[in-house]
């Protein structure tokens, strides 16, 4: 699998029902954790005081990060992605 950079911005609609964004949010903690458990969500972070997250994720190819992966989260039509395919640089400490 390759692996991917992705920085995801969440956009609520404007009028959408508080509760309903709750319901959503908690649905998507829960395929979180079982992308996590597949292997395609290997890191997530936070920025400090923002409401993007940025994560390592992992995917045969692009097309099927953004169809299968993470077009299954619950906040996906909310959302919008940034996605960088890495590769491993010769000077990394883990190679």
């Given at each position: 699998?390759?692996?991917?950079?992705?920085e995801l911005?969440?956009?609520?609609?404007?009028?959408?029902?508080?509760?309903?964004?709750?319901?959503?949010?908690?649905?998507?903690a829960?395929?979180?954790?079982?992308?996590?458990?597949?292997?395609?969500?290997?890191?997530?972070?936070?920025?400090?005081?923002?409401?993007?997250?940025?994560?390592?994720?992992?995917?045969?190819?692009?097309?099927?990060?953004?169809e299968?992966?993470?077009?299954?989260?619950?906040?996906?039509?909310?959302?919008?992605?940034?996605?960088?395919?890495?590769?491993?640089h010769?000077?990394?400490?883990?190679?």
């Amino acid at each position: 699998m390759r692996e991917f950079l992705v920085e995801l911005t969440t956009t609520v609609p404007d009028g959408t029902d508080p509760a309903e964004v709750d319901r959503v949010r908690a649905r998507e903690a829960v395929r979180a954790r079982e992308l996590a458990a597949s292997g395609h969500l290997a890191r997530l972070w936070r920025p400090v005081g923002e409401k993007r997250s940025i994560g390592l994720w992992r995917a045969e190819n692009e097309a099927a990060l953004r169809e299968e992966v993470l077009g299954t989260l619950p906040l996906w039509p909310w959302m919008t992605a940034v996605v960088t395919e890495l590769e491993t640089h010769p000077n990394d400490p883990t190679a």
